[in-house]
């Protein structure tokens, strides 16, 4: 028998996962509701990410070297002196980026069906297949044909608000919602964003999270994230970080008003049966930074990696049990790396005091140096003990003189 595995959206988790699959000669389908959706997003992928997943220079629109961050009190600090001269953060619009990794993966043999997956029935044993049943939507009506396709694998890549989650009743999580708005700048305002984002931290901006400024192909994202899900107060935050950045965006015109919820922890249940969910629809974002799009690619590839390994390239149908080893795996690589991030949240998030305090303590070269690598290389990097001592006690320091340790 050959496996039949099918992917459920084709973003970068998608994406990647398809790709894996079909290298190993595995038959993979992969489901897209709107090919050309552009997901509202800071769009900043690590340096590891261009590498890891062969990402070409013009899928970069701007390679950021130098970071702001700005206190409640609009005290800055840059951040990326530490930077050597081969390393930048790289900002990509959502709709290049995963139009490129879509369209590899059919290249190289998946089958690219834009459709939108309504249901998910359930087989009766552990060798019947899956039935999906979706809205063929490749004639360009709105409501489409309905079509059932019958697999062994279902992937749920289908982000936050998952269809695949709901059919196997992975429970819910709670999310953030991230709003933007794109803003095109006259050049010489543009020039300054040339290589530079900013991050703005402020109950003004957002009670829970940080908001941003983001260099584009020819445009600025100006956003903000936060828990508080609510409209009057996401427009309340968003009028914020215009006041904040409002010297930066004279003469800027609005080019795009978008928003997207962003998970806050992963679900409860990430695989059931033989069906797995990757990327946001699994909740891998994480906290402080909100990054989303190397760990949503990253957990799609070890999935579809762990499918290829213990099915034998496709030879046998892999247990629950085999897609569980891929959220082992998951969970040792990256388990330090969400649990710091959420403490980082915990403590230097939750008042002005303790934002100040922090923004002070990045201006420390070796904090720098440390997130910095973090960042870009996805590793808890471990410093040089004598560093990481000095690092503690900056950063109690830090919150001793904001008097932020008070709970």
């Not at 879509?102 to 089958?111: T, V």
């Not at 309340?236 to 215009?242: S, V």
């Not at 390994?309 to 790396?337: F, H, M």
Request: proline residues 5%; neutral net charge; hydrophobic residues 40%.
């Amino acid at each position: 028998m050959a496996l039949r595995v099918a992917v459920v959206g084709s973003g970068p988790a998608g994406s990647s996962a398809a790709e894996t699959l079909v290298k190993a000669g595995i038959e993979t389908y992969l489901f897209e509701r709107k090919l050309d959706n552009a997901k509202p997003c800071g769009g900043a992928i690590p340096l590891c990410m261009v590498d890891e997943f062969d990402l070409p220079p013009h899928i970069i629109d701007r390679q950021v070297r130098k970071m702001k961050m700005i206190s409640p009190s609009n005290v800055e600090v840059n951040i990326g002196q530490t930077l050597k001269d081969d390393e930048y953060i790289g900002m990509c619009r959502r709709e290049v980026l995963d139009g490129f990794m879509r369209d590899r993966a059919a290249k190289l043999g998946a089958k690219l069906i834009n459709g939108t997956v309504n249901k998910l029935d359930m087989p009766q044993s552990d060798h019947e297949p899956y039935t999906l049943h979706y809205a063929d939507l490749s004639d360009g009506s709105l409501e489409g044909v309905m079509k059932t396709l019958q697999v062994d694998v279902v992937i749920g890549a289908d982000g936050a608000n998952s269809r695949i989650a709901k059919e196997i009743e992975a429970g819910d999580y709670n999310y953030a919602i991230a709003f933007q708005e794109r803003i095109r700048l006259p050049e010489a305002q543009m020039a300054y964003y040339e290589d530079l984002a900013e991050m703005y931290v402020g109950n003004d901006v957002s009670p829970d999270f940080y908001a941003w400024v983001f260099p584009k192909y020819d445009h600025v994202a100006v956003g903000t994230g936060t828990m508080k899900v609510n409209k009057a107060e996401i427009k309340r935050l968003q009028a914020g970080i215009r006041a904040r950045a409002a010297h930066r965006l004279v003469g800027g015109e609005i080019i795009k008003v978008e928003a997207h919820p962003i998970p806050e922890h992963p679900r409860p249940r990430r695989v059931v049966g033989r069906v797995a969910l990757v990327g946001d629809a699994a909740g891998t974002v994480t906290k402080s930074s909100g990054e989303g799009i190397y760990f949503a690619a990253k957990s799609a590839r070890m999935c579809a990696e762990t499918i290829v390994e213990l099915s034998n390239n496709g030879q046998r149908i892999p247990t629950e049990a085999d897609l569980k080893v891929y959220l082992q795996r998951w969970d040792k690589k990256y388990g330090v790396t969400y649990l710091v991030l959420d403490w980082l949240q915990r403590v230097f998030y939750r008042s002005d005091a303790t934002r100040e305090a922090f923004v002070e303590m990045c201006s420390d070269m070796d904090v720098q140096k440390l997130t910095f690598d973090s960042y870009l290389y996805k590793t808890v990097v471990p410093a040089n003990p004598l560093v990481q001592l000095k690092i503690t006690a900056k950063t109690f320091g830090s919150l001793l003189r904001g008097h932020a340790l008070a709970p």
